[in-house]
C-alpha cells in the first residue's frame, strides 16, 4: 500500500457524473479539504468534536461539484487544521500530515493534507481555502503551487465559513497546466490569449524580512523575466512606504506595538492586526454559539486563539472595512490591470514540528505582514516553488489586480518552464 503521508481524514472514490475524454480534468485526481460540504459525509471541520455534533451534509458545495463535472475523480477529504485557525499545520487530534519535502518541517495550514496529498504525488490537484493564507503558506512549505483567488471570485457556498472578509477558495497542483485548467474551471473563466505583464514590481523591503537570501528569491524570477518579457519590466518598489501613504486609515493599527521591531515593515504589520481584528470578529460571529455551547477540546495555539475571538467586539471593525477599501484602491493604482508585484510568500522555510508557540512569534509576525497584502485587498496571489534551499524548499509570490485571476494563471503557465530551468542553472 502507497504511504499516505497523514494527509487522508477519509478516502472514498467520486466518480464524475458523466465521465467523457471532452472534459478538461478528465483522468485526473484530486483531495478535498475537511472543510467543503460533500452529500452523505459530515464536514469535520479539524476538529472531533465538530464532527461529532454536526449532521452530514444534504449538498455538495458547488466548487467540488464543478470539479467533478470536470472530469475529475475526488478520492477523499483532507486533514486541516483546527477550525482553520493556524498556518502551521499540526492538528493536535488527528494528527499533523508529513511534509513531503521535509519530513521534521512543518506542511504549513490550514490546507495541511490538501497540500501533502499534492506535494507527495497522491492526487493531481487538490482543493483547499485560504483566509489569512491558508492556501498559501502550505503550498510554499510543500514545494507545490498554490492560488488564493480574488476575493469573491470562486464560490465559498457550502464551506464552512472562518471570516466572510477573508475567505477564499483556493487550489494546489504540481503541474502548471494542471494548476491552469483546474483555476480556468472554478473561475468560469475561458481560455483568453495570453497577456504580457505591462510591468513587473519587485517589493525589495518585503524581501527584506525574509531569513532567505533575496538574491535566492529574485534572481531566477528576474532573469525568467527578462527572458520572457524583458527587462524593462522590472521596477523595484518599497510597498510599505507606499501603503503607509496611500491607506490613511491604518494609521490608528500603526500606533500599537511597532516600536522596537527592526525587522517589521509597520504599515504591513498594521495591515495584519487589522485584517486579525476583522477576523477574529466575523470568526466570533460564525462560531460563538457553538464554542460556548460545547467548549471543544482544542489543540495548542488554536485554543488561545479561539479564546480571544470569543472576546472581539466591534470596536474599530468599521475602520478595517475603510482599510479594505483604501488598500484595494491603492493597490489597483500600482498594478493596473496587469501588473505583476513580486513578494515573498513567507519569511522563511517551514519551522521544525512541535515548535513552541511563542517561539513562532516573530516568525508569524513577518509572515502575517506579507500574507495581509493580498488578504486585505482581496488580490489574486500564487505561490510558485523555486526548488530547495539548505535542503528545505522556498518560493516567492505573484500578486495580481482582484479580477486578473486568468491574466495570473497565464504569466504562471508562462513562466514556469523557464523559472524551474533559472533554478536549476543558478542554484
Same mark, same amino acid.
Given at each position: 500500500?502507497?504511504?499516505?503521508?497523514?494527509?487522508?481524514?477519509?478516502?472514498?472514490?467520486?466518480?464524475?457524473?458523466?465521465?467523457?475524454?471532452?472534459?478538461?480534468?478528465?483522468?485526473?485526481?484530486?483531495?478535498?479539504?475537511?472543510?467543503?460540504?460533500?452529500?452523505?459525509?459530515?464536514?469535520?471541520?479539524?476538529?472531533?468534536?465538530?464532527?461529532?455534533?454536526?449532521?452530514?451534509?444534504?449538498?455538495?458545495?458547488?466548487?467540488?461539484?464543478?470539479?467533478?463535472?470536470?472530469?475529475?475523480?475526488?478520492?477523499?477529504?483532507?486533514?486541516?487544521?483546527?477550525?482553520?485557525?493556524?498556518?502551521?499545520?499540526?492538528?493536535?487530534?488527528?494528527?499533523?500530515?508529513?511534509?513531503?519535502?521535509?519530513?521534521?518541517? $512543518?506542511?504549513?495550514?490550514?490546507?495541511?493534507?490538501?497540500?501533502?496529498?499534492? #506535494?507527495?504525488? =497522491?492526487?493531481?490537484?487538490?482543493?483547499?481555502?485560504?483566509?489569512?493564507?491558508?492556501?498559501?503558506?502550505?503550498?510554499?512549505? &510543500?514545494?507545490?503551487?498554490?492560488?488564493?483567488?480574488?476575493?469573491?471570485?470562486?464560490?465559498?457556498?457550502?464551506?464552512?465559513?472562518?471570516?466572510?472578509?477573508?475567505?477564499?477558495?483556493?487550489?494546489?497542483?504540481?503541474?502548471?497546466?494542471?494548476?491552469?485548467?483546474?483555476?480556468?474551471?472554478?473561475?468560469?473563466?475561458?481560455?483568453?490569449?495570453?497577456?504580457?505583464?505591462?510591468?513587473?514590481?519587485?517589493?525589495?523591503?518585503?524581501?527584506?524580512?525574509?531569513?532567505?537570501?533575496?538574491?535566492?528569491? /529574485?534572481?531566477?524570477?528576474?532573469?525568467?523575466?527578462?527572458? *520572457?518579457?524583458?527587462?524593462?519590466?522590472?521596477?523595484? $518598489?518599497?510597498? #510599505?512606504?507606499?501603503?503607509?501613504?496611500?491607506?490613511?486609515?491604518?494609521?490608528?493599527?500603526?500606533?500599537?506595538?511597532?516600536?522596537?521591531?527592526?525587522?517589521?515593515?509597520?504599515?504591513?504589520?498594521? *495591515?495584519?492586526?487589522?485584517?486579525?481584528? =476583522?477576523?477574529?470578529?466575523?470568526?466570533?460571529?460564525?462560531?460563538?454559539?457553538?464554542?460556548? /455551547?460545547?467548549?471543544?477540546?482544542?489543540?495548542?495555539?488554536?485554543?488561545?486563539? $479561539?479564546?480571544?475571538?470569543?472576546?472581539?467586539?466591534?470596536?474599530?471593525?468599521?475602520? &478595517?472595512?475603510?482599510?479594505?477599501?483604501?488598500?484595494?484602491?491603492?493597490?489597483?493604482?500600482?498594478?493596473?490591470?496587469?501588473? $505583476?508585484?513580486?513578494?515573498?510568500?513567507?519569511?522563511?522555510?517551514?519551522?521544525?514540528?512541535? /515548535?513552541?508557540?511563542?517561539?513562532?512569534?516573530?516568525?508569524?509576525?513577518?509572515?502575517?505582514?506579507? =500574507?495581509?497584502?493580498?488578504?486585505?485587498?482581496?488580490? &489574486?496571489?500564487?505561490?510558485?516553488?523555486? #526548488?530547495?534551499?539548505?535542503?528545505?524548499?522556498?518560493?516567492?509570490?505573484?500578486?495580481?489586480?482582484?479580477?486578473?485571476?486568468?491574466?495570473?494563471?497565464?504569466?504562471?503557465?508562462?513562466?514556469?518552464?523557464?523559472?524551474?530551468?533559472?533554478?536549476?542553472?543558478?542554484?
Amino acid at each position: 500500500m502507497a504511504v499516505q503521508y497523514g494527509a487522508f481524514m477519509e478516502k472514498f472514490l467520486l466518480q464524475p457524473s458523466s465521465p467523457s475524454d471532452q472534459l478538461p480534468l478528465t483522468g485526473l485526481t484530486f483531495a478535498v479539504k475537511d472543510i467543503f460540504d460533500m452529500d452523505g459525509h459530515v464536514t469535520g471541520f479539524g476538529n472531533p468534536e465538530w464532527l461529532r455534533t454536526h449532521p452530514p451534509a444534504n449538498h455538495t458545495a458547488p466548487t467540488v461539484s464543478t470539479i467533478l463535472r470536470g472530469g475529475a475523480t475526488c478520492i477523499g477529504r483532507t486533514i486541516m487544521d483546527e477550525m482553520a485557525y493556524s498556518i502551521n499545520g499540526e492538528n493536535f487530534h488527528y494528527g499533523t500530515p508529513q511534509n513531503p519535502c521535509a519530513s521534521d518541517r $512543518v506542511p504549513g495550514g490550514s490546507s495541511s493534507g490538501s497540500a501533502v496529498a499534492v #506535494g507527495a504525488n =497522491l492526487v493531481d490537484f487538490s482543493l483547499g481555502t485560504d483566509t489569512g493564507g491558508s492556501v498559501r503558506v502550505p503550498a510554499s512549505y &510543500c514545494g507545490i503551487l498554490g492560488f488564493r483567488p480574488s476575493h469573491g471570485a470562486v464560490s465559498t457556498s457550502g464551506v464552512v465559513p472562518m471570516a466572510q472578509s477573508f475567505d477564499t477558495v483556493g487550489w494546489f497542483a504540481r503541474d502548471p497546466v494542471v494548476f491552469k485548467k483546474v483555476g480556468l474551471l472554478l473561475l468560469q473563466q475561458p481560455e483568453v490569449e495570453h497577456q504580457k505583464p505591462t510591468q513587473v514590481l519587485i517589493a525589495e523591503d518585503c524581501f527584506k524580512l525574509s531569513s532567505i537570501p533575496s538574491e535566492r528569491l /529574485t534572481q531566477a524570477f528576474v532573469n525568467s523575466v527578462k527572458k *520572457l518579457f524583458g527587462g524593462h519590466l522590472i521596477k523595484q $518598489v518599497n510597498l #510599505g512606504n507606499y501603503v503607509e501613504e496611500k491607506v490613511p486609515s491604518l494609521k490608528q493599527f500603526m500606533i500599537e506595538g511597532n516600536a522596537g521591531n527592526e525587522h517589521s515593515i509597520p504599515s504591513l504589520a498594521a *495591515l495584519a492586526r487589522s485584517l486579525q481584528l =476583522l477576523q477574529r470578529y466575523e470568526f466570533k460571529i460564525n462560531h460563538e454559539e457553538w464554542v460556548r /455551547t460545547y467548549n471543544p477540546h482544542l489543540g495548542p495555539g488554536i485554543s488561545e486563539r $479561539v479564546s480571544e475571538a470569543m472576546r472581539a467586539t466591534d470596536e474599530n471593525i468599521d475602520l &478595517c472595512h475603510s482599510i479594505k477599501i483604501e488598500l484595494r484602491r491603492a493597490l489597483a493604482a500600482l498594478l493596473e490591470d496587469f501588473g $505583476v508585484l513580486a513578494i515573498p510568500t513567507v519569511p522563511g522555510p517551514p519551522p521544525k514540528l512541535n /515548535t513552541d508557540v511563542s517561539e513562532l512569534h516573530d516568525f508569524r509576525a513577518k509572515a502575517f505582514s506579507l =500574507l495581509s497584502i493580498a488578504g486585505v485587498s482581496g488580490f &489574486c496571489q500564487v505561490s510558485i516553488p523555486l #526548488g530547495l534551499y539548505n535542503g528545505l524548499p522556498v518560493s516567492i509570490s505573484l500578486v495580481a489586480n482582484h479580477g486578473s485571476d486568468g491574466f495570473l494563471l497565464n504569466v504562471v503557465h508562462s513562466l514556469y518552464n523557464t523559472l524551474e530551468e533559472e533554478v536549476k542553472a543558478s542554484f
